[in-house]
């Protein structure tokens, strides 16, 4: 902070309410300090030797910088860094966490610098501020909630060190539970980006806790309605049933006291995100909740645990299919602990879950309940295993060049819970829940996945689309020359697998595109009279070949392969001047460079006429023998055909801008009302579009029928459009037309 910065003092000092400088009235300045003096609590109670004289300098600096601001609500902006702080000393963390807690918005929102922060808190504060700070620029916009290189740069930042991560959980908490004051649409956009993201990252740091309180928070934000519904319904539930309630669970304290078992039972209500979201599985109203209900028995060791069990199903009926045994097999995230479900004599069903003090505090606190150093460094297996997560996820795609993949894989691994599953030999493989034999082949190995042809579970031939259960023992059976199809992408569930496979199918795609387009060019050299095995032209080849910038012959065949390289641009060169441009027009393009390939613009395309696609459709690209690649729309039927090879299937988007218009029809079903035609062609001009072709035919109900085809410049263009067109008083329906209408009608 350089001269501004005065010498550490006691933190309370410069609360003296006369201070002028000072932005916040002097109530509020010694609300600060109480909500300082919180923190500094939390945080000695875990860690008596701590460095308090760091958290008093992050909260003095902390304080000074944002001094000025106030939030949304109006209270000074750093309640905020100092409730975040409060959390991050609740969770345990240490010295340095809590005082990134109170620094986290400082180089995002306040004129310190980087090279402030470094300067005054040294390397490790600041390496985690700047990350917040990166993680905070992200722009997380409403359609693609995650950007894959924001989604990349989030990995990162957290991959190195951890904190960054638990500081932004405590962060966004915060922000959650004071939301309140925000435009609404900004209210669902974080809302949404908490449930996909954040509290599925919590989970995967075995946060059990924060998941819950995130989700719950998220939930009543996007789901109001449900949200107070459940509620009410829940609350009512608890008093009506209170007094069985608390029966049961004294019951099972005595029982489990007489069998010499010195456990503690507490009940609760399962948070309501999960409840509602198993009820909107099951397609069940929110009437018909019963298993709301879950009690805990937290017992003194680990055998215990299992007694513990014996002894609830003894006192109650055990529900079939729903004992899971966590403890000896952990979930990936490091969770352990018994499940069961029992039913009470007034029809209720409730959960019981069994573990340890131990195993209890890891699960409400996960990576942060046993958090221990060696030089700042995390020194513990769990925890090496919850952070290893993130860098695999980097790893993993650090040299994909289709970082869509990234996003898709990591919500893949994010949405799931994990299993277990056995090697022949006994050794546990931990893969996402509803993972197949495929994921487990390419958990083994990648050459093993290729190879895969089929697998036998628990001794027996199962198909490869089954997913695998907890426990199974899993053999697979490989064939040198088996090869992986496009259609396991839908089979596997893991990234692991999913990124080896989408490697493997697009070198395939590069194999088969050089063959084609090494066809295509001997073909197309034959027409134009050369040869190219002939020795006297090879040296103009080859200076054809750095002209345009292809690195081998391999990259032109491939580029002409998947139409990016235009052949007659390569031959004119080398013919007589008479001969050139002969080719002109055969690589004309539907509309100029609006398709990307590959990352790469230039590619030789049209547009399916079976389903006209516009630029913003979702759209699959098919690479053809001779025209390049036909685009068609996502859902166009004829790409669900049987008989297109799966392996030319590729994916394809549209460049940045479009340019040019874009054919499409639209079919009308409207009133039969004179001055019909008229309405209908106003709306369409009023958008500055011209009609191509106009139809109209009374419709067999009696009402009116029009068909028109145009032009427009995109989806969102066609989509103003069309409802501008439902507005026109008497239309009843408006739809895109696949293919022609006008090639049929005469
Ligand atoms: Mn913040």
Partial sequence: MGEGVPAPLDPLEQFDPEREDVA????????????FDRVRQAFLEHHPQGDLELLERAFRIGREMHATQRRKSGEPYFFHPLAVAESLAHWRLDAVSVACGMLHDTVEDTLMTQAQVRAEFGEEIAEIVDGLTKMSKLAFTDKHLL????VRKLLVAMGKDVRVLLVKLADRLHNMKTLGVMREDKRRRIARETLELYAPLANRLGMGSVRMQLEDLAFRQLEPVSYAKLDTIIQAKQEKLSDTVEETRQLMEAVLAQNGIKAQVDCRVKHLFGLWKKMDLQGKAVEDIHDWLAYRIICPDRPSCYTALGLVHSLFKPIPGRFKDYISLPKDNGYQSIHTSVLLDSGDAFEVQIRTRGMHESAENGIASHWTYKDGRIANRSEINQVAFLRRMVELHQ????????????????SFGRIQVFTPKGDLKSLPEGSTAIDFAYAIHTEVGHRCYGAKVNGRMMPLRQALQSGDRVEILTRPDHKPSRDWLSIAK??????KIQAFIREEERKHAIQMGRERFDRELRTAGLRFDDPELKPRFEQRLKDIKQASWDSFFA???FGRISIPKFIDPLLPEPERNRFKGESKKAVADAIVVDDTQGVLYYLGLCCKPVWGDDVIGYITRTRGVAIHRENCPQMQSESLHPERRITVSWGPTSKGNFDTELALATEDRPGMVAAISEAVQKLGINMQRFHAAASEEGGGLFHIALRVRNREHLLELTHALRRVKGVYSVERVRGSVFGKIK
Avoid at 399 to 414: I, M, P, T
Wanted: aromatic share 0%.
């Fill in 24 to 35: 916040c009235g002097p109530d509020e300045c010694l609300t600060l300090v109480g909500a």
């Fill in 147 to 150: 950007n894959a290189e924001n």
């Fill in 399 to 414: 040299d994909s060049k289709d970082s869509r993949d990234l996003v898709a894989n990591l919500k893949g691994e994010l």
């Fill in 494 to 499: 893991s990234a692991g697998a999913k990124s």
């Fill in 559 to 561: 580029g002409v392969g």
